[in-house]
């Protein structure tokens, strides 16, 4: 399934726009119950008034608070991130660490948010277990597991380390794209033979090909060699 999911996505990548690890790890936080998307409006501005560190540890709150806002829950945000540019400056010079251990002690970050600055900024392999990364690998009867931790473990086990940054990609690609959590697209998903919750979406090719979303949507432009979804024999 990981096969046929890499060969549908093999252009899955990290959604979230960034140019370094600190960017990434500020864009990581402020994407906690919002969207990529969002979240890519707001950095831009944000990135340019806070380039490093020093500059979140010394922000003034209220217009943190401000920038953040479309995000979501900004005051409990801006908080992270204040305290993040705190900790990295008398901790670590100013500089995001490279090490899971360290990650996880900063504030905001727990071990999704580490290992996607570990697996995207750094080129080291890791399981983000997002929202959709979860529920799909229990959709597909991968594990019954529900706790991130040990569905990170669990999936860990399975597949070959220099695998896991990209398995992570292209599983919530697919689930962003079309496995949906309300209505996947189960007419038009290139695994549905082997997935055991095959029919709880819907199963008509034609109507399964409207809920596609993002590029693989009817009409949308693809990035150049994306396989066209193909119908359920």
Known sequence: MYRVLH????????EL????????LV???????????????VTPTLFARYPDAAAYAGADRAELEELIRPTGFFRAKAGSLINLGQALVERFGGEVPPRLKDLVTLPGVGRKTAFVVLGNAFGQPGLTVDTH????????????EEDPVKVEKAIGAMFPRKDWTMLSHVVIFHGRRMCHAKRPACGV?????WCPSYGIGETDPDKARTLLKYELAPGAERPPGTPEPVAVA
């Open 7 to 14: 060969e549908q996505y093999p252009y899955a990548h990290c």
């Open 17 to 24: 726009d960034f140019r370094t690890p600190l960017e990434l």
């Open 27 to 41: 864009a990581t936080i402020l994407s906690a119950q919002t969207t990529d998307v969002g979240v890519n409006k």
């Open 133 to 144: 990364f979860g529920r799909l690998v229990r959709r597909m009867g991968w594990t019954t």
């Open 189 to 193: 998903c290139p695994v549905a033979r």
